[in-house]
């Protein structure tokens, strides 16, 4: 079917994309400042011109045809295009005076907050930027209720989820980008009697742990790696810090995981040692996660940006300054 572009309304455009976002018709008019009617009149306009159903009642919300998915991709990037080029910021780094939210966890902060910090001083001295504990693995309710701009840490099983919505064709509500990269190792005190030999599965199993767990619970993702194992180890103590439980180990007998880029900024490394840990796990993929209505905030873009630059150089500095000792 041909289509007279000369005579598209654009403005379909937009309600056809937050559409495809949101997957529910009330939202999508919340989010344009629409009324419902409004909104289902514009879909029944762009059908007309289309000549496609574009979307069908699902449940509570609405599900894309095929031509709809086919199309949203390349209306989506158009419409950013747009916007960017057509739209001047209205985010002047050095006279902003915003606020900002990141929810993270005290290692992650130590590593970026330093050079976001950094960053902020240079370019937007009026801004400021408050920390909030992160307590999950899951920070999406936190950021739909915006009780944080942005959550960065390690989520494997949100962005796995958000993938396979992705795939499927649902709505995807929250946007990420990839931060750094690093990996788990075990922890202990240099003269730990663990030390001075190699760190086996058995040694290992046999030992007394601490725990990092955010929500508190004694159980984590070490535990699951080892229960495919047939295996499982004894925590004795639980805590909800990076730091204190390199502060524990330092002065205990207990091992513990932590991230390896970390330790370096402790304050403490000279009184540690770090072993891979006797068993295959993950890589450690720390990411930034918003929600998709901040996405096109020209404040939120320079947050973005700066997170990025702070976390290339804090990634950088802890691989070359490598220097704790990991014995053998």
């Known amino acids: 079917m041909n289509v007279n572009f000369r005579t598209l309304d654009l403005n379909l455009l937009r309600v056809f994309d937050e559409v495809m976002a949101e997957r529910n018709l009330t939202r999508a008019a919340r989010n344009l400042s629409l009324t419902q009617p409004a909104v289902s009149n514009a879909l029944r306009r762009l059908r007309d011109v289309l000549g496609d159903e574009l979307v069908r009642r699902s449940g509570a919300g609405v599900e894309p045809t ?9 209306i989506r990037d158009a419409l950013r295009h747009l916007q960017h080029t057509l739209a001047p910021s209205d985010f002047d780094p050095g006279t902003a005076d915003t ?12 590593e970026l907050i330093p050079g976001l910090v950094q960053i902020a ?30 959550a960065v840490g390690y989520f494997p099983a949100v962005l796995a989820s958000l993938t396979a919505r992705g795939q499927s064709g649902a709505a995807v509500p929250f946007e990420t980008q990839r931060l750094y990269v690093g990996q788990y190792v075990c922890v ?7 030390a001075d030999q190699p760190l086996t599965l058995d040694d290992y199993c046999a030992a007394r742990h601490l725990l990092v767990s955010f929500s508190g619970r004694p159980y984590g993702f070490v535990d699951q790696t080892l229960g ?3 295996r499982e180890r ?7 810090q990076f730091f204190t439980a390199g502060r524990v180990v330092a002065n205990s007998d207990l091992l513990t995981v932590l991230p390896r880029h970390f330790v370096n900024v402790t304050g403490i490394d000279d009184q540690l040692v770090l072993r891979d840990l006797p068993f295959d796990q993950p ?12 996405q096109h905030g020209h404040s939120h873009e320079w947050l973005r940006d700066a997170l990025v630059r702070s976390a290339a ?7 070359i300054g490598q220097k704790v000792p990991e014995g053998g």
């Open 66 to 74: 095929p031509r709809a998915l086919a199309l949203w991709p390349t």
């Open 121 to 150: 001083e240079r370019e937007a001295p009026g801004i400021s930027i408050r920390v909030v504990p992160l307590t999950t693995r899951d920070p999406r309710q936190l950021l739909e209720s915006e009780g944080a701009d942005m």
């Open 188 to 194: 202990m005190r240099r003269d730990h009697p663990l």
């Open 313 to 319: 150089v804090a990634f950088a500095r802890s691989v």
């Open 228 to 230: 495919t194992l047939g």
């Open 234 to 240: 004894r925590i004795v103590v639980t805590v909800n």
């Open 283 to 294: 890589l450690l993929h720390v990411d930034a996660v918003w929600h998709r209505r901040a």
């Open 99 to 110: 606020s900002f939210v990141l929810a993270m966890a005290d290692a992650t902060a130590a």
